[in-house]
């Protein structure tokens, strides 16, 4: 079991920056692909950023590329999001996901849910106009 726990949101406005990090409970953590998901009001679950378990590959959401950038530290078991020119619309829940890739390529990265098996509880990131 992997156990996630996401920290660094909070109320920022428009044109400002954040950065979350996600913590994982595990010795393993090189063995895992990560990516970060959000969740609005009312919307549903969407991918935002995903990072390859080694190599550093990286995939985004076309709205967040330019202005979001995700890196892992191995070492300290912690995946981040950097989050700079923030937008109201990026107002949401951010969820922090783990995918164990040991068998798949070192550059994979995925940007379906149904394909990571551990969750965090999730940050609330607010944006204001």
């Known amino acids: 079991q992997v156990q996630l726990v996401e920290s660094g949101g909070g109320l920022v406005q428009a044109g400002g920056s954040l950065r979350l990090s996600c913590a994982a409970s595990?010795?393993?953590?090189?063995?895992?692909?990560m990516g970060w998901f959000r969740q609005a009001p009312g919307k549903e679950r969407e991918f935002v950023a995903a990072?390859?378990?080694?190599?550093?590959?990286?995939n985004y959401v076309d709205s967040v590329k330019g202005r979001f950038t995700i890196s892992r530290d191995n070492a300290k078991n912690t995946v981040y999001l950097q989050m700079t020119s923030l937008k109201p619309e990026d107002t949401a829940v951010y969820y922090c996901?783990?995918?164990?890739?040991?068998?798949?390529?070192?550059?994979?990265?995925?940007?379906?849910?149904?394909?990571?098996?551990?969750w965090g509880q999730g940050t609330q990131v607010t944006v204001s106009s």
């Open positions: 996901a783990a995918e164990f890739s040991l068998i798949r390529d070192p550059g994979y990265v995925s940007s379906f849910e149904e394909t990571y098996g551990y």
């Open positions: 595990t010795r393993t953590f090189s063995r895992y692909a």
């Open positions: 990072i390859s378990r080694s190599i550093g590959r990286t």
